[in-house]
């Protein structure tokens, strides 16, 4: 098979590298500076083992592809707030043969949050899910960090909204030769749940920066205990933290090297880059959307959606907001929501 990775950020490029390094056909798909970098340079791999160069086919959409493979399968890799355009581009890209890629190929949604899966099933009728633990940054354009050892990742991989099949097996396969732990599980969003749970401190890492503190701490559990809240009120199932860690063990372990210092995670990372966007709707606003939906307050997914976005918008640096500023407008967001009053006799 031939993996078409659509947004050969950091995600994309670590999973794109070391696919083809492992002897696979990759093509990577990337816009701007990045994809000017990688036609022109290739793509730099940088792990524990050193720098890697990989010159691979680049394109920046379906047109300058031509007719896809019926072999090709379409990994998904931009933020969630991307997804709808990039699904919205190549659900309609011809395959040899005939046929849409909507119709025919397999899309594998490589993303943090639950809602590209969503979206992607509206187009597409081959939808896989995965549970990203893949620690990466995107360094500068032509550039990308990987610094898990001795594996780059973990993906737990499933057909989605539920169940497994040989593609999703082959492709599983695909990964585990390419340094990645892969496991073919009917249940990908319960893994995926679970991930969403931890990334909800992305937006507070994100305006704060790094969480050491006890305050920020602090902030995390409880911001944390409200999407386990949320999740609850809807029925939602998610791996405990005992099986996540059961899971990962000590397989994945974050090695720093030099010339490339893992800085944050993903929604740091947009606000470093000055992206314009941040993927905050779609983390602690995923958790205001089941609060709303079933009655349960989330006042600090609320606000942490609201600042991680106008940082965003109005190209605010990264970690900029003072944690006891954050901490002060937790506490004015909580004491402001309505308490319930007790029905009428």
């Not at 397989?251 to 010339?259: E, M, Q, T």
Request: hydrophobic share 45%.
């Amino acid at each position: 098979m031939r993996y078409v990775i659509i947004g050969a950020g950091a995600v994309g490029g670590a999973i794109g590298g070391r696919l083809a390094e492992a002897g696979h056909d990759v093509v990577l798909v990337a816009r701007g500076a990045h994809y000017e970098a990688l036609r022109a340079g290739g793509l730099r791999l940088m792990t524990s083992e050193g720098v890697r160069t990989h010159r691979l086919p680049t394109v920046d959409g379906p047109a300058a592809l031509g007719a896809l493979r019926a072999d090709d399968v379409l990994l998904l890799a931009v933020k969630t707030q991307d997804s709808e355009a990039a699904l919205a581009s190549w659900g309609p890209a011809p395959v040899a043969g005939g046929g849409t890629a909507a119709e025919r190929l397999p899309l594998v949604c490589a993303q943090n949050g639950v809602e590209s899966q969503r979206l992607a099933l509206r187009r597409f009728r081959r939808v896989y899910g995965v549970c990203v633990w893949l620690p990466a940054t995107f360094v500068e354009p032509g550039a990308v960090a990987a610094a898990g050892t001795p594996l780059t990742g973990i993906l737990h991989l499933g057909r989605y909204p539920h169940g497994t099949d040989e593609t999703a097996r082959r492709i599983a396969a695909d990964l585990e030769r390419s340094r990645f732990e892969a496991p073919v599980v009917p249940d990908v969003a319960r893994w995926q749940y679970a991930k969403l749970l931890g990334n909800l401190a992305n937006a507070i890492e994100a305006v704060s920066g790094p969480l050491t503190g006890e305050e920020g701490l602090e902030l995390v559990a409880r911001v944390r205990a409200e999407g386990e809240a949320a999740l609850a009120a809807a029925g939602i199932a998610y791996a405990s933290e005992e099986e996540q860690q059961r899971v990962r063990g000590d397989r994945i372990s974050l090695r720093p090297f030099d010339g490339a210092p893992r800085r944050g995670g993903s929604s740091w990372q947009s606000l470093d880059r000055a992206t314009g966007t941040i993927e905050a709707d779609y983390l602690n606003g995923e958790i205001a959307l089941l609060g709303r939906l079933h009655g349960v307050a989330t006042p600090l997914n609320d606000l942490l959606q609201r600042l991680a976005n106008a940082f965003a918008r109005e190209r605010r640096a990264a970690g900029s907001m003072p944690v006891a500023e954050l901490a002060r407008r937790a506490a004015e967001a909580v004491a402001s929501v309505p308490q319930e009053r007790p029905p009428r006799p």
